[in-house]
């Protein structure tokens, strides 16, 4: 059937265009009352030509399988053809009359119907090209809200990061200090007696411990908890 509307298609075009370029005398100011604007639409083929020819001639024309959409403005004269009517266009019925006597006529290709699903088609072509843009627009959105969403996490944990590290380098910092003021006073300080040196022996211990403290404190900061997902480990690829 698609091959069938396909070669109707072609004809009706070249048949628009000959019934155009035999139009010699242009109209300048034609009146809606004796003239029509109709468009010869194509669902299946992308081509659609437009010609301006007086009614009378419109209701002549006997065509097989053709399709025409007329402008709303001039439905008023042709309020009986009228057989489909959609938002950007109205479909008018012009039914094949007379054919070759050895030409068969086909016969769903000489009713209303086949103008009413051809528009049909055209405008579910175009409602479905619409959803698809309008699906991959969303999921764009989507893409975005999350990867923005993923970059403020990132912040807010790369900052909790940092301030856990100036702490943890502050805490580090201090015991080391003491230790080593502590281990320079005993080699190069002046001989002390046994008690004075049993004191800077428990200050190193004490900051030795504060040491172990902190090597054993669990990591307080979990990326998941800031929003962060970890990276999705694929076998075989560097990250």
């Known amino acids: 059937m698609d091959v069938r509307f396909e070669r109707h298609a072609l ?33 299946l083929v992308e081509c659609v ?7 009378k001639t419109f209701r002549d024309l006997h065509l097989n399988a053709s399709w025409f959409a007329i402008r709303p403005e001039h439905v008023t004269m042709l309020e009986s053809d009228v ?3 959609e938002a950007e266009y109205w479909v008018v019925a012009n039914p094949v009359l007379a054919l070759g006597p050895d030409e068969p006529v086909d016969p769903p290709q000489t009713f209303d119907q086949l103008l009413v699903d051809s528009l049909r088609l055209a405008v579910a072509h175009r409602r479905a090209a619409k959803a698809r843009a309008d699906a991959v627009s969303r999921e764009l959105e ?6 923005d969403r993923a970059r403020r996490s990132a912040e807010r944990y790369d900052a909790a990061l940092s301030d856990y590290e100036r702490l943890m380098r502050h805490r580090i910092a201090n015991p ?10 005993l080699r190069d300080g002046p001989r002390v007696d046994l008690q004075q ?20 404190e669990p990591f307080p900061l979990v990326p998941s908890e800031f929003g962060v997902q970890p990276w999705p480990y694929s076998p075989g690829k560097s990250a």
């Open 142 to 147: 989507l893409l975005r809200t999350q990867t």
């Open 83 to 85: 057989v489909a009517r």
């Open 197 to 216: 040196q049993q004191q800077l022996l428990d200050a190193l211990m004490e900051q030795a411990r504060v040491l172990e403290q902190v090597a054993l």
């Open 49 to 55: 030509d437009e010609i301006e020819i007086p009614l």
């Open 11 to 43: 004809e009706v075009g070249q048949l628009f265009r000959s019934i155009n370029d035999s139009i010699a005398a242009p109209y300048d100011e034609p009146s809606y009352a004796d003239h029509v604007t109709v468009l010869c639409e194509c669902a």
């Open 176 to 185: 080391l200090t003491v230790i080593s003021g502590v281990a320079t006073t």
